[in-house]
T-cell receptor, first 111, second 115 residues
Framework: AQRVTQPEKLLSVFKGAPVELKCNYSYSGSPELFWYVQYSRQRLQLLLRHISRESIKGFTADLNKGETSFHLKKPFAQEEDSAMYYC?????????????FGQGTELSVKP | DTGVSQNPRHKITKRGQNVTFRCDPI?????LYWYRQTLGQGPEFLTYFQNEAQLEKSRLLSDRFSAERPKGSFSTLEIQRTEQGDSAMYLC?????????????FGDGTRLSIL
């Protein structure tokens, strides 16, 4: 079965603390994973994707096929990082495909 | 380019009524997706278009739901005989290639409330 699991609904940290948002997936094919972020009153937007191996706003995520994980990390959280974060798995079929999302983790960074 | 545009932003209707939502994708994007999001959950896939062809529909899309994308430009999602369970945020996304090749860009969504 194709599934994305984000075990934490809410993660609360203090400014300057490290952050790790967990994401585990289940997929029989070769996975392609994304992190999307939704700031308050804004639309869902792409944060990063594993194939580009880039760092956006200080966030990184490494695909670990052995552990079927794609955790999002940032060494020093900022208040402006407070948002809803969704991990998504791309399932390719029929010339296109779809994204399967986790239920999301709300990150709250306190001053 | 203002990105993916969805109208209306909010829709309140009585149970049993029909509703229609519109999505205007980013102009050069040939792929268009509809998702539904309920409170506390991530978006769930409903259907997908490549140009004007509807290539995939989720089992979530009952026969009361119909989506079109005439001429491969904007898309409409219609719900007939609405039910309480249809209350949700309906999101539209577009991309210029396959899911693997290009990320999907989302609109602000249409929030549907059924009285």
């Amino acid at each position: 079965a194709q599934r994305v699991t984000q075990p934490e609904k809410l993660l609360s940290v203090f400014k300057g603390a490290p952050v790790e948002l967990k994401c585990n997936y289940s997929y029989s094919g070769s996975p392609e994973l994304f992190w999307y972020v939704q700031y308050s009153r804004q639309r869902l937007q792409l944060l990063l994707r594993h194939i580009s191996r880039e760092s956006i706003k200080g966030f990184t995520a490494d695909l670990n096929k052995g552990e079927t994980s794609f955790h999002l990390k940032k060494p020093f959280a900022q208040e402006e990082d407070s948002a809803m974060y969704y991990c998504a798995l791309a399932v390719l079929y029929n010339q296109g495909g779809k994204l399967i999302f986790g239920q999301g983790t709300e990150l709250s960074v306190k001053p | 380019d203002t990105g993916v545009s969805q109208n209306p932003r909010h829709k309140i209707t009585k149970r049993g009524q029909n509703v229609t939502f519109r999505c205007d994708p980013i102009s050069e994007h040939n792929r268009l997706y509809w998702y539904r999001q309920t409170l506390g959950q991530g978006p769930e896939f409903l259907t997908y278009f490549q140009n004007e062809a509807q290539l995939e529909k989720s089992r979530l899309l009952s026969d009361r739901f119909s989506a079109e994308r005439p001429k491969g430009s904007f898309s409409t999602l219609e719900i007939q005989r609405t039910e309480q369970g249809d209350s949700a945020m309906y999101l539209c996304a577009s991309s210029s290639g396959t899911v693997r090749g290009q990320p999907q860009h989302f609109g602000d969504g249409t929030r549907l409330s059924i009285l």
